[in-house]
């Protein structure tokens, strides 16, 4: 079921945003230590650290598919994450484990065995993964009626891989294994980037949010971009 259509002011009422910056955000975390990304600091863990800060303990993270985070977050007898989190194969890890997953909460609460309220059902998935080889799964996903977030992560490559280009890597000025420049061809990558967000905003019109945020700036804008997504409620975003 639809709902009602939300003005701003209401939306970001609803989602509580951040208003005094960095030093308004809650200090809890729900992705923490015991991951092996970068320690100069990897913006994949500060997205998936970001988007479980704004969502909150009441949380079911799927559509971790198989990439570098999923690397980095499967270490041995170890992980960061402090809320449910499920790995997927690559190309189901936005669509279909995120409509999997919030169709079985809903049968739980329906069914009463699920006291407390619906968690948030949170997707991630990279540019390959979603952007590319997940991007039926989602768009099937968006034409649901389930409450989910779909986050799609996008470092223009297939960074797993050794840095393969994708649908979404930038015309002309990216070097990547599968385009490396050379004396002859000073320009490998000749494809425009695909506009994944223009996409899912013209084909799938019962949509109740979509976004672009950049995670580390302005500060504060990502995080209340997942709050306004989660708080949109009624479909999925």
């Known amino acids: 079921m639809v709902e009602e259509e939300l003005t701003k002011e209401e939306l970001e009422r609803r989602a509580k945003v ?63 994450w402090a809320v449910p989190w499920m790995h997927t194969q690559l190309g189901a890890g936005g669509g279909s484990s995120a409509v999997g997953m919030a169709a079985g909460l809903r049968a739980l609460k329906n069914k009463g065995k699920l006291k407390k309220d619906i968690p948030h059902v949170i997707a991630f998935c990279g540019d390959l993964g979603g952007g590319d080889m997940g991007l039926g799964a989602i768009s099937g996903a968006l034409q649901t009626d389930y409450d989910l977030l779909i986050i799609i992560y996008d470092n223009e490559s297939a960074a797993n891989t050794d ?31 695909k506009n994944v967000i223009g996409m899912m905003a013209a084909g799938h019109p019962n949509v109740r949010y979509l976004a672009t945020a950049c995670a580390t700036y302005p500060a504060g804008d990502y995080l209340n971009k997942v709050r306004k997504a989660l708080a949109a409620g009624g479909g999925p975003h």
């Not at 949380?59 to 041995?76: D, F, L, R």
């Not at 840095?163 to 425009?192: C, D, E, N």
């Open 163 to 193: 840095i393969q280009a994708t649908g979404l890597t930038t015309w002309g000025g990216a070097q990547t294994t599968f385009t490396p420049t050379g004396s002859v061809h000073r320009i490998m990558q000749k494809r425009w980037k």
């Open 18 to 80: 951040y208003r005094g910056g960095v030093h308004d955000i809650d200090l809890e975390e729900y992705y923490t230590s015991g991951h092996r990304t970068c320690q100069g600091g990897c913006e994949s863990a500060l997205v998936m650290r970001s988007f479980a800060k704004a969502s909150g303990p009441n949380t079911v993270v799927t559509g971790g598919a198989t990439g570098c985070m999923y690397v980095a977050n499967t270490s041995y007898m170890s992980t960061p």
